[in-house]
C-alpha cells in the first residue's frame, strides 16, 4: 500500500513521520487473536503514546507489538514517529488517527464518546425517591458506567410505572432483553440504593406476609378444594400471589387489617397481634403483585385498614399508594401511628434530603389527610426524618 514519509516539522533531519498514502482503513477483525488482545489493552490505558508502552517495559512483547504497528500503519489507523538510529528508523511514537472509531471496530466503549453522552443525559429526572437518590450517586462514577447504570434506573421506572412484578431475572429480561445481563456489581448497587421489593422485583416468588383470624378457602383448576387458616402459624405465614389468586372465599372475624412497612416491626406486630387484627407486611411502594393480592383478600373479608409507615416523606407516599385500595373497595382507612407526635418522640431523627423535601413539597400541595398532613407540617419545621422502628 502506498505510504507517505514526512519530515518531522522543522525536527532535525533524524526524526521522520510515516502513514499511510490513502484509502479507506481496514477493519481489525481480521486481526489475529493476540494482536486484537494487545490493540485493545493498548487503547484501554490511552493510546496514542510512546512506543514502549507498546511493546513493553522489558520489551517481551516486541515481536508482537512490531506486527501490530506495522499492520496498523498499512490499515490507516496510525502515524508513527521514527528515529534514525545508524543504518535504520525506529519507531519512538504512535499516534492513533480516529481512536473513537477504532474502539468502536473492535467493540470496545469509546470513553470520549460516553463522556460526551453522559454530559448530554438528563440524570435528575426520576419521580420514584429511591430511583432519585440513586442516580445522584452516577456522578462519581466512569462516564460509561454511569450511562449503563442510569439505563438500569429508567428500566426500572418503566416497570414500577407499568405495575409489573417478577423475580430478577424477569427484569433484566425487561430492562436488557438477557436473563444474566445484569452484573452481580450492578444488582448490589441497585439493592443499595432501591428497595427492590417495594418495586416488584425479588430474588424469587414475593410473598405475601400475613396474620390473621381468616380462613381461606381456595380452588385450583384441576386440583382438590381446601382451606388455609392464617392465623394457624405462631407468627405469620407467607402467601404467593398464585395462591391468593386461588381464593374462593373466606370465613373473618376481623375488626381491622393492620399494615405495617418496616420488616422488623411486622413481625412484632405480627407476634402481639390483637384479637381481630390481621397483620401484613408493606413492603415499601406497594407492587403491583401486592396490590392485587390485598384487593382479592378485601374483596373476600372487607375490613378497615390501619396503615404505619415510615415517619418520613416515602412513608406518606406509601400510606397515600396503600389507602388506594381501600378507597377502592369502598372501604375507610387511616394512619394513627403516623402521628406528628410520634416524630417528635423519637430519640433518633435524621436529616431530611433534598430529594426528601422535593417530594414533600409535592405532597402537600396535592392535599392529605389530617394526620399526614400534620406529620408533613412537622417534617417540614424540623427539617428531619424517622424510621418506624422507634416507635412500632
Not at 471496530?105 to 453522552?117: E, I, K, T, V, Y
Not at 409489573?164 to 450492578?186: M, Q
Not at 373476600?300 to 385500595?325: K, M, N, Y
Amino acid at each position: 500500500m502506498p505510504e507517505r514519509i514526512e519530515p518531522l516539522g522543522n525536527g532535525p533531519p533524524w526524526q521522520r513521520r510515516r502513514r499511510r498514502f490513502d484509502g479507506p482503513r481496514l477493519a481489525p477483525d481480521t486481526l489475529p487473536a493476540e494482536r486484537r488482545a494487545l490493540l485493545a489493552r493498548w487503547l484501554r490505558r490511552g493510546g496514542n503514546s510512546y512506543w514502549k508502552t507498546l511493546a513493553g517495559g522489558d520489551g517481551k512483547a516486541y515481536p508482537l507489538a512490531k506486527a501490530l504497528l506495522e499492520w496498523l500503519v498499512q490499515a490507516g489507523w496510525a502515524v508513527v514517529t521514527e528515529d534514525l538510529r545508524g543504518q535504520a528508523w525506529w519507531p519512538s511514537k504512535v499516534e492513533i488517527v480516529d481512536r473513537g472509531a477504532l474502539l468502536t471496530a473492535l467493540g470496545l466503549p469509546d470513553p470520549q464518546a460516553a463522556r460526551q453522552a453522559w454530559e448530554g443525559a438528563e440524570h435528575m429526572h426520576f419521580v420514584h425517591p429511591d430511583l432519585l437518590a440513586a442516580a445522584g450517586t452516577l456522578a462519581a462514577l466512569p462516564p460509561a458506567r454511569a450511562l449503563r447504570r442510569l439505563s438500569l434506573l429508567e428500566r426500572l421506572e418503566c416497570w414500577h410505572a407499568e405495575e409489573r412484578s417478577g423475580t430478577r431475572r424477569d427484569f433484566s429480561w425487561f430492562a436488557r432483553g438477557d436473563t444474566k445481563s445484569i452484573s452481580e456489581a450492578e444488582w448490589n448497587w441497585l439493592a443499595e440504593h432501591c428497595d427492590l421489593a417495594g418495586l416488584g422485583i425479588s430474588g424469587h416468588t414475593p410473598l405475601l406476609l400475613i396474620s390473621a383470624p381468616v380462613l381461606l378457602h381456595v380452588q385450583r383448576p384441576g386440583r382438590r378444594a381446601g382451606s388455609i387458616a392464617l392465623d394457624a402459624a405462631a407468627d405469620w405465614i407467607g402467601l404467593t400471589p398464585a395462591t391468593v389468586a386461588a381464593m374462593v372465599g373466606a370465613d373473618a372475624c376481623l375488626r381491622c387489617w393492620r399494615l405495617v412497612e418496616n420488616r422488623s416491626s411486622f413481625e412484632r406486630v405480627a407476634r402481639e397481634r390483637q384479637f381481630g387484627d390481621g397483620v401484613v407486611w408493606l413492603p415499601g411502594f406497594p407492587p403491583g403483585w401486592w396490590r392485587t393480592a390485598m384487593a382479592r383478600l378485601l374483596a373476600h373479608a372487607p375490613a378497615a385498614a390501619d396503615i404505619a409507615c415510615d415517619p418520613d416523606p416515602a412513608g406518606i407516599a406509601i400510606a397515600l399508594e396503600a389507602g388506594r385500595i381501600w378507597e377502592a373497595a369502598g372501604l375507610p382507612w387511616q394512619a394513627p401511628e403516623m402521628a406528628a407526635e410520634r416524630l417528635r418522640g423519637l430519640p433518633q431523627r435524621k436529616p431530611l434530603t433534598e430529594g426528601d423535601r422535593q417530594q414533600l413539597e409535592r405532597l402537600r400541595a396535592a392535599g392529605l389527610p389530617a394526620t399526614l398532613a400534620g406529620l408533613a407540617a412537622v417534617l417540614d419545621e424540623l427539617g428531619e426524618k424517622g424510621e418506624q422502628e422507634g416507635y412500632l
